[in-house]
C-alpha cells in the first residue's frame, strides 16, 4: 500500500515536469485517452530531465550527473523502484509495456554525445543521433499506444520512427541560435552555420516535410484511437512551427526563435478537434 501510494507522487511528479517544461506537448498529452495519458508523462518526465542534464546544468559535472542517472535507472529498474520519483515512474512504464533496454540505451548514448560531439559531419553520425535522441521516443511512445499489439507496433514504428525525426529535425531548426551560439552544437551535416543560406534552409524543410508526410500517411491515420488525436495535435503543432520557419528569410534563421503563441495553440486545438470528430483523420 506505502508502494503504491509512493508510485502515484511519482506519477504526479512526471506529470508536472511535462507541464513545467512543455506546455505544448503537456496540451498534446491531455488528449490522450486518460488511460495512457500517465505513461506518456512518465517518458517524458525521464528524457526530459536527461536532457536537461546535458542542456541546462551549466556550473555542475554533467558526466557525472548523467552517467549517475543512468545507473540510477538501471539498478532501479532491476530492483523495482527508485527513490528518484522519475526514474520510478520511467521504471514502472518501461516494465508494464515492455520497452527495451536498447532502446533505453540507445536514448542515453546520445545524451552523453552532446557532452562532447559539437559537429555531425556525416549523414550516418547524423541519423544515429536522431535515432536515438527522437526515434527511440517515438518507439516508446508507440509501446503504449498499442498496448502490447506487436502487430500492431511493426506496422507503425517506421512512421512512428519518421515522426521523432520530424519533431527533432524542428527543434534543431528552430534552436539554432542557441545551440550554436552558446552550446557550440551544429546538428544538420554540412551546413556552414557561420554562412546560412537558403538552399541549405530549403533542404532541410524539404527532408522535415517529407518525414512529416510519411508519418501522417503511414503512422497517425493508423493509430488506436486512444491515441490518435493526441498524437495528431502534436503533429499539428509541429507543422505550424515548421510553416513559421519556412517564413524566416535565412539570414533571421540565426536571430529568431520561432513559437507558437497561446491563442493559435488553443485555435489549432480547436480546428484538429473538429477534423478529427468529422473522422477526417
Known amino acids: 500500500m506505502k508502494k503504491k501510494l509512493f508510485d502515484e507522487v511519482s506519477f504526479a511528479s512526471s506529470k508536472l515536469v511535462t507541464k513545467k ?7 498534446a498529452t491531455r488528449m490522450l485517452s486518460p488511460k495512457i495519458r500517465e505513461a506518456i508523462y512518465n517518458i517524458y518526465g525521464f528524457v526530459r530531465f536527461a536532457d536537461e542534464i546535458v542542456d541546462s546544468f551549466h556550473g555542475f559535472d554533467k558526466e557525472t550527473l548523467l552517467l549517475k542517472f543512468e545507473r540510477d535507472y538501471f539498478f532501479s529498474k532491476d530492483i523495482g523502484i527508485s527513490l528518484n520519483p522519475i526514474v520510478n515512474s520511467f521504471v514502472l512504464t518501461v516494465k ?8 533505453v540505451k540507445a536514448f542515453l548514448n546520445s545524451m552523453k554525445a552532446d557532452l562532447y560531439k559539437t559537429e555531425y559531419n556525416t549523414e550516418e553520425e547524423y541519423q544515429a543521433y ?3 535522441s527522437a526515434d527511440v521516443v517515438g518507439l516508446m511512445c508507440l509501446k503504449v499506444f498499442v498496448d502490447g499489439n506487436e502487430e500492431k507496433y511493426n506496422e507503425l514504428k517506421d512512421a512512428a520512427q519518421r515522426l521523432g525525426s520530424a519533431f527533432q529535425k524542428v527543434n534543431f531548426l528552430r534552436d539554432i541560435k542557441d545551440d550554436f551560439e552558446e552550446l557550440n552544437r551544429s546538428y544538420f551535416p554540412n551546413v556552414n552555420f557561420g554562412d546560412f543560406n537558403e538552399q541549405a534552409k530549403a533542404e532541410i524543410i524539404k527532408d522535415i516535410e517529407e518525414d512529416f508526410e510519411y508519418a501522417f500517411k503511414n ?13 495528431y495535435m502534436a503533429y499539428r503543432y509541429y507543422k505550424r512551427l515548421l510553416k513559421k520557419l519556412k517564413a524566416v528569410h535565412h539570414t533571421k534563421i540565426m536571430e529568431t526563435r520561432v513559437r507558437i503563441s497561446n491563442p493559435m495553440k488553443i485555435n489549432l486545438l480547436a480546428r484538429s478537434y473538429v477534423k478529427y470528430k468529422l473522422k477526417l483523420i
Open 130 to 132: 536522431i535515432y536515438g
Open 96 to 103: 508494464k509495456y515492455n520497452i527495451s533496454d536498447k532502446m
Open 219 to 231: 503512422g497517425i491515420l493508423n493509430l488506436p484511437v486512444e491515441a490518435k488525436f493526441g498524437v
Open 21 to 27: 517544461y512543455s506546455t505544448s506537448f503537456s496540451l
